[in-house]
């Protein structure tokens, strides 16, 4: 009965010392015609560059949705920064610092303690989500709104009163104020406090490692900035995430409500203004001007009964006649002056 043999492939001495070469660092030996080195082509290309993934810290929201984040809360920057200096009545400016992903655990790592901590919800938005105010930015605007100058020398290391906190409430409405307005391109959400929290490590709105969308904000009043951070977790905004694209998103100011259009219609009819009314024009030499004395006339170039253009800020607004009304000289409007009409 033939019986066959498997024989195992044998290494020859040449094969033998490119392997131990190779082990030691130094350069193998080809003598083997089986052993060539690479090509020249193949030496010039570039070798395949290799990125690290963290399957602890999936990437589950996308670049081109992060810049979309990017660009509603540069908007909201922008319209709570003017919105805080009228309240302060100073400069203050808030841009975006980045917008990053990360774990709810390393979010909450990040926060000092204590701090000014707020968990938000915005329905129809399902969940929670997260906003901080440093303590570096929040005791310069207390002090600012109780009459001082807005530089905190002293930041004590202690949680907020309820004194303190009622005063921070007014800031935090106009920012979620700001933050419903740009977000409602998106979804009609409107965001609303439901907790405050000194230490931020006591709050769990999510698992530890759950993504969220970190969005940086900094707060620069007088010589004094800090940050403000607002943390939304992936779940919550995973149902508008097919909405957030740069090509397709943009802002949309809303429409002026009636009440608002009403509180400016009544503080511009507080204002006041200028009225000139032109009588004419007539040239005159400086030394007629030097010799003027007191009864002499000076001729114009209208009659006495012709219409007279009557200015607002230096523009034509009205023409009219000119007359007298319990003692006081007046202009009778009879219409509306053109722009480049001759005063």
Not at 127 to 136: H, I, Y
Not at 249 to 260: M, N
Not at 309 to 336: M, P, T, Y
Request: hydrophobic share 45%.
């Amino acid at each position: 009965m033939p019986i066959s043999v498997v024989m195992a492939d044998i290494l020859d001495q040449n094969e033998v010392d490119a392997l131990l070469a190779s082990v030691e660092g130094a350069e193998p030996s080809f003598a083997d015609p089986a052993v060539a080195p690479p090509s020249p082509a193949a030496a010039s290309r570039p070798a395949a560059s290799a990125e690290r993934y963290d399957f602890k810290r999936p990437e589950r929201v996308s670049k081109d949705q992060i810049r979309a984040l990017f660009s509603i809360h540069e908007v909201f920057a922008r319209n709570f920064g003017a919105t805080l200096s009228g309240f302060l009545r100073t400069l203050v400016d808030v841009r975006v610092v980045g917008v990053e992903q990360l774990t709810y655990n390393e979010f909450i790592q990040s926060l000092p303690n204590p701090t000014c901590f707020m968990v938000l919800e915005a329905p129809p938005l399902e969940g929670q989500m997260c906003m901080e105010l440093s303590p570096l930015i929040v005791y310069p605007i207390i002090d600012r709104l109780l009459g001082g100058i807005g530089t905190a020398s002293f930041v004590p290391q202690r949680p907020l009163s309820s004194i303190e906190w009622r005063l921070i409430d007014r800031i935090v409405q106009r920012a979620l104020e700001h933050l419903s307005e740009v977000w409602r391109n998106l979804v009609a959400a409107e965001f609303g406090v439901v907790q405050t929290e000194s230490n931020p490590q006591l709050v769990h709105i999510v698992a530890p490692t759950e993504v969220v969308v970190f969005v940086t904000l900094e707060i620069k009043l007088g010589n004094t900035s800090d940050t403000m951070s607002l943390a939304i977790p992936f779940n919550t905004i995973e149902s508008v995430l097919s909405h957030l694209s740069t090509q397709s998103w943009f802002y949309k100011p809303k429409q002026a409500t009636d009440l608002q259009t009403q509180r400016v219609t009544r503080n511009l009819i507080k204002g006041s203004l200028n009225l000139v009314a032109y009588l004419g024009q007539s040239p005159i030499r400086l030394s007629e001007l030097r010799n003027l004395r007191p009864g002499d006339v000076i001729g114009l170039d209208k009659a006495a009964n012709a219409e007279l253009v009557l200015q607002i800020a230096g523009r034509n607004k009205f023409a009219g006649s000119i007359g007298q009304v319990r003692g006081h000289r007046a202009l009778q409007i009879s219409r509306e002056a053109q722009h480049d009409e001759t005063l």
